[in-house]
């Protein structure tokens, strides 16, 4: 995967105020503000490159308001570190090519992974297919 590098003044003049925070600065939307995409078929992207994160066919309402999916495309397009802010230990995960910031999985998915990947819906872009 092509890694994708910009200035922190190129990331801002591209996301929105919200999207810099949550995809460059490690913050997080509030719940339930942004898990308005369609229910057809399709990919979300990463919002700061385009990188193919998540099938449509993945995701499942976990009840958090956040996006959730319990699988990536392809796991190597999804990046995983330690998270110790909020004096909580979580998994933080980030896309790959760009290094944004998309959220965190946990282990209280449901079968077949057992995963839940708690995505900002800020950190996505929603592309149905063709």
């Known amino acids: 995967m092509d890694k994708v590098i910009k200035s922190d003044a190129e990331w801002r ?9 949550v995809m460059r600065k490690h913050g997080t939307e ?3 503000t942004n898990d308005d995409f369609p229910k057809e078929d399709g990919i979300y992207m990463c919002a700061g490159c385009g990188a193919p ?36 230990r979580r998994t933080e995960v ?20 057992g995963l839940r990947y708690c995505i900002n819906g800020v950190a996505l872009k929603f592309e149905p297919d063709a």
């Open 53 to 88: 994160l998540f099938e449509q066919e993945t995701k499942f309402e976990s009840g958090t308001g956040w996006p959730s999916f319990y699988a990536p495309i392809d796991a190597e397009h999804v990046a995983e570190k330690e998270d110790r802010s909020l004096f909580m």
């Open 30 to 32: 509030r719940a339930g």
């Open 13 to 21: 003049a591209q996301l929105s105020d919200l999207g810099f925070k």
């Open 94 to 113: 980030h896309c790959n090519a760009c290094e944004g910031h998309l959220g965190h999985v946990f282990p209280d998915g449901p079968a077949p992974t």
